[in-house]
């Protein structure tokens, strides 16, 4: 749909401008079909995480249709906050609202092989942890300073080299398959590598729907091989949606609310992060469709959302919520800017968040094919990580915070065991490898001077080798 059928040059960049229904419909769809397999594959990881739910004849199978249907309808819920906003809570402007990949690293091993009954204190930190990141909206502006790109960068690049040994694990036929001679078999592979290659294809050599949609259809791919080489049945198909109700309601605090310091700090920390990561999706939006510079009223009310968002989440089975930066390109790529466009795709989510058979079909996706998307999806998160790192001033000092804070964050991850003697709470917060990279490189940057013995630190580009320090 060509931007100058919608409506003007001076209305397309306009937030309030309400482009016809016939028109707004398919394109807050297009909204949904960019973000949908991001926004529920959190919830999918989780479950298998806590080891439930997996298979249409697990007695758990239930409880994961349940945190995919909250997914979709608390991001419509979270995403109407921002578009419609509710008094200072909402920044008026086309932002879609996720489920939060960033808040993974702290969330897998909260509920590691604890299957439901892990989920209490997750939902105990989400509901804390929102509401403490709605109260980041105060002082937002005041506290950029202390999160140039060398911070943000590597916190971003850390959540995607956390997550992507899950996406090769998925590839090869899940956890619960390692051990076994199934696991990283040529079958598991090819229904990854079919997704990969179909969703690289369509990224980048078709133009519109095709490209904005690559994952999703790449999935759809995948599922049509899954069944054609019998790793999925239509009997298993039809009997997840056979099990699914057609209509269901949210439940307050189904898995109850328990309080854990683990998961209170780690969601509390990691709410800074999200925080940043809507700032800059704020920005993007306001630059790319309307060209200029996002208000403050603007970028705090887009944080009170986030964080309201992802506490009314949490109080019914729902993950953290986030801004989706791929939203924000297609912003930029249909040149349309309208909110309300963004409304009608929230009103979709919601709709299919009512409507638990959608979330049938959806657990039906085989992991292999699923993790076929993941590596696409994870490798994103890192790529996206490495570009904002580029932004930075490559000289002695910034090198020196980025391989301290790395290799400490990066090696407790892949190497647990050495903090083993540690208390439990400290324990999981540190083996998560993100939030001690990310204290690290804070505190070095605001601690360690800019300059070395009174002169400007060197430049890479003069060479390290033969300069003593």
């Not at 994961?64 to 200072?88: C, D, K, W």
């Not at 630059?287 to 996002?294: F, I, M």
């Amino acid at each position: 749909m060509h931007p100058s059928s919608i409506g003007s040059a001076e209305q397309l960049r306009d937030p309030n401008y309400t482009p016809p229904l016939m028109q707004a419909i398919p394109l807050g769809i297009q909204h949904v079909l960019a973000m949908f397999v991001s926004n529920v594959t959190p919830a999918i990881i989780v479950a298998g995480a806590a080891g439930f739910g997996f298979g249409s004849n697990s007695p758990d199978f239930p409880e994961l249709l349940y945190l995919i249907q909250m997914s979709m309808l608390f991001a419509g819920v979270a995403t109407l906050l921002q578009t419609l906003t509710v008094g200072p809570v909402g920044a008026a402007l086309p932002i879609v609202q996720g489920t939060s990949f960033a808040f993974l690293p702290i969330m897998i091993p909260l509920v590691a092989g604890k299957g439901v009954d892990g989920l209490a204190a997750l939902f105990g930190g989400v509901v804390i942890g929102g509401l403490f990141h709605a109260c980041l909206g105060l002082v937002i502006g005041k506290i950029r300073f202390a999160l140039p790109p060398l911070v943000t960068g590597l916190v971003v690049t850390m959540i995607g080299l956390a997550l992507v040994k899950v996406g090769i694990q998925y590839a090869a036929g899940g956890v619960p398959a390692i051990g076994t001679p199934e696991y990283g078999s040529l079958l598991n592979w090819s229904a990854a590598l079919v997704v990969i290659v179909v969703t690289l294809g369509l990224k980048f050599f078709t133009r519109g729907m095709l490209s904005i949609s690559a994952v999703l259809l790449g999935l759809i791919v995948g599922y049509i091989y899954a069944l054609m080489v019998g790793m999925l049945t239509v009997d298993a198909i039809t009997g997840s949606w056979a099990r699914a109700a057609s209509f269901a309601l949210p439940n307050p605090f189904k898995y109850g609310f328990e309080f854990s310091a683990a998961a209170v700090i780690g969601f509390c920390l990691m709410a800074f992060v999200s925080a940043i990561e809507t700032v800059g999706d704020v920005s993007g939006i306001t630059k790319g469709g309307a060209g200029r510079e996002a208000t403050d009223t603007e970028i705090a009310g887009a944080t009170y959302a986030d964080g309201l968002g992802t506490a009314i989440a949490g109080i019914f089975g729902g993950l953290p919520n986030t801004s989706f930066s791929q939203n924000v390109g297609l912003i930029a790529m249909t040149g349309v800017m309208s909110r309300h466009v963004v409304t009608c795709g929230a009103v979709f989510l919601i709709i299919c968040g009512l409507v638990p058979k959608v979330g049938s079909v959806i657990r039906t996706v085989p992991i292999e094919v699923l993790g076929g998307g993941v590596i696409v999806m994870f490798g994103m998160v890192v790529a996206a990580g490495i570009s904002m790192l580029s932004d930075v001033k490559w000289d002695r000092r910034n090198m020196v915070i980025f391989a301290i804070s790395i290799s400490i964050g990066l090696g407790l991850q892949l190497e647990p065991g050495a903090v083993q003697h540690l208390p439990g709470t400290l324990k999981i917060l540190m083996t998560s490898g993100l939030l001690p990279a990310a204290a690290l490189a804070i505190i070095l940057n605001l601690v360690l001077p800019e300059t070395l013995d009174g002169t400007a630190t060197e430049e890479i580009s003069g060479g390290m080798a033969g300069h003593d320090s």
